[in-house]
């Protein structure tokens, strides 16, 4: 179940900024970052960074409303992560102890404002005596390995790694008065290559509709689940800092949609809910949402798995259709880590936030034009802050385990054809 190898390049250097950035917690620094005046520039001034700048530039760097969704949960994400042995201490001078020669670039145009960048040459290591790097500061050995554990990524070592034939294709927009890699539309696109995809049309995509009101968000995007309509939970995303995962939903959606459809075609898949309370918190245009009792189902054909969850404990009962066997019954409770997954048939993966000790994350909210919306990245990184903050020092190990338990749609899992 090895993962591919520029699959694996995409989201080491791709998604390097996420997982830095989420182990230091800085947030912007007060002057914005104008961006760069050629896409090509951007890249020189991304790989400059990793090579010699510091936390904050590189984050700077990116399209605003991305950085800005970093900068609202990094803080205090990087504390318990510090409390646990994962992260160093370190600050927004830190390095990234990165040595890295910077590759050629070559620049593929796909619109005025989005352009692809080829990279060719170039290497990458570890370079610890670059005070508060990876290697001395950001992430501790542990951290290191349990980044390596969770994702099936191998990180560099101290030795330069030629990297001519794994750099990923870096996209680069135009954002905030200059040019900027967009991780976002990077990882995407290396999505779309790896599907073999025509290009989108771009500048469009996916329209975001959003809720009336806070309080109907989360039963909004669970019940288009149940509907099968991709679409629809994607409108649910907000939409500037979405614009990447919109863009690139045009050409998902159909494949999505076709896999749920098939799923209930062939299989009689169903999602049901049969009713959810949700507890709204906040003033003003941000708020968060936090489910306090469901009741519903899911399964298919052949297995049903009934949920009710309520006073912070979710009772997982599965029925077997075919068969004498008698239906199982577990329950588990939010702030439980655990190193499996509920047994809950063929559809087991729906309930991988359980091994986090969570039936549902907390939602966070924000209003646009009058719409509310769920922000991706306040949402996931926010909730790991709240697992993460419940447990003691030695419990890091275990968090290491449930997070590899419920990562069942990473890079190993998008990759096996076992």
Request: net charge negative.
């Given at each position: 179940m090895a993962v591919d190898r520029s699959r694996r390049a995409a989201l080491l250097i791709g998604g390097i900024v996420a997982f830095v950035v989420v182990l230091t917690g800085l947030a912007v620094a007060g002057t914005r970052h104008t961006g760069a005046a050629t896409p090509t520039e951007a890249v020189q001034d991304f790989f400059a960074t990793l090579d010699h700048g510091t936390?904050?530039?590189?984050?700077?760097?990116?399209?605003?409303?991305?950085?800005?969704?970093?900068?609202?949960?990094?803080?205090?994400?990087?504390?318990?992560?510090?409390?646990?042995?994962?992260?160093?201490?370190?600050?927004?001078?830190a390095t990234f102890g990165l040595d890295v020669t910077a590759p050629e670039v070559?620049?593929?145009?796909?619109?005025?404002?989005?352009?692809?960048?080829?990279?060719?040459?170039?290497?990458?290591?570890?370079?610890?005596?670059?005070?508060?790097?990876?290697?001395?500061?950001l992430l501790t050995p542990d951290g290191r390995a349990a980044l390596e554990q969770v994702t099936g990524l191998s990180l560099p070592g101290d030795e330069p790694e030629v990297l001519s034939d794994r750099w990923p294709q870096l996209m680069v927009v135009r954002d905030g008065g200059g040019w900027r890699v967009s991780p976002g539309h990077t990882v995407g696109?290396?999505?779309r290559l790896d599907e073999e995809l025509p290009e989108p049309t771009w500048g469009e995509g996916v329209i975001a509709v959003g809720s009336t009101t806070p309080d109907e968000v989360v039963p909004d995007l669970l019940r288009a689940y149940?509907?099968?309509?991709?679409?629809?939970?994607?409108?649910?995303?907000?939409?500037?800092?979405?614009?990447?995962?919109?863009?690139?939903?045009?050409?998902?959606?159909?494949?999505?949609?076709?896999?749920?459809?098939?799923?209930?075609?062939?299989?009689?898949?169903?999602?049901?809910?049969?009713?959810?309370?949700?507890?709204?918190?906040?003033?003003?245009?941000?708020?968060?949402?936090?489910?306090?009792?469901?009741?519903?189902?899911?399964?298919?054909?052949?297995?049903?798995?009934?949920?009710r969850y309520a006073?912070?404990?979710?009772r997982i009962t599965t029925t077997e259709l075919v068969g004498d066997a008698e239906p199982t019954v577990e329950q588990r409770c939010d702030g439980e880590l655990h190193d499996d997954l509920p047994a809950?048939?063929?559809?087991?993966?729906?309930?991988?936030?359980?091994?986090?000790?969570?039936?549902f994350p907390t939602f966070s909210l924000a209003e646009h034009h009058g719409r509310w919306f769920i922000s991706p990245t306040r949402t996931a990184l926010g909730t790991l802050t709240e697992v993460a903050a419940g447990l003691e020092p030695d419990q890091a190990d275990e968090l290491v385990t449930a997070l590899d338990t419920a990562w069942v749609w990473g890079p190993e899992a998008a990759t096996d054809t076992g």
């Open positions: 936390v904050t530039d590189l984050l700077e760097q990116l399209p605003p409303a991305q950085a800005d969704a970093l900068a609202d949960t990094l803080p205090d994400l990087a504390t318990e992560l510090g409390r646990l042995g994962l992260v160093g201490a370190t600050d927004g001078d070559t620049i593929d145009a796909y619109d005025e404002w989005i352009v692809r960048a080829d990279l060719s040459g170039g290497t990458l290591a570890l370079d610890p005596a670059a005070g508060g790097g990876t290697g001395a500061g696109e290396q999505w149940g509907a099968g309509d991709s679409g629809r939970m994607v409108s649910m995303a907000e939409p500037e800092e979405s614009v990447a995962l919109q863009q690139f939903a045009t050409l998902a959606v159909p494949l999505w949609d076709g896999d749920l459809r098939r799923a209930m075609e062939e299989d009689g898949f169903f999602f049901r809910v049969d009713d959810i309370d949700v507890d709204v918190s906040g003033q003003g245009k941000r708020r968060t949402a936090t489910v306090t009792s469901f009741d519903g189902a899911f399964g298919d054909d052949q297995t049903t798995v009934d949920l006073d912070g404990c979710v809950a048939g063929p559809w087991s993966e729906l309930l991988a936030l359980t091994a986090l000790g969570r039936a």
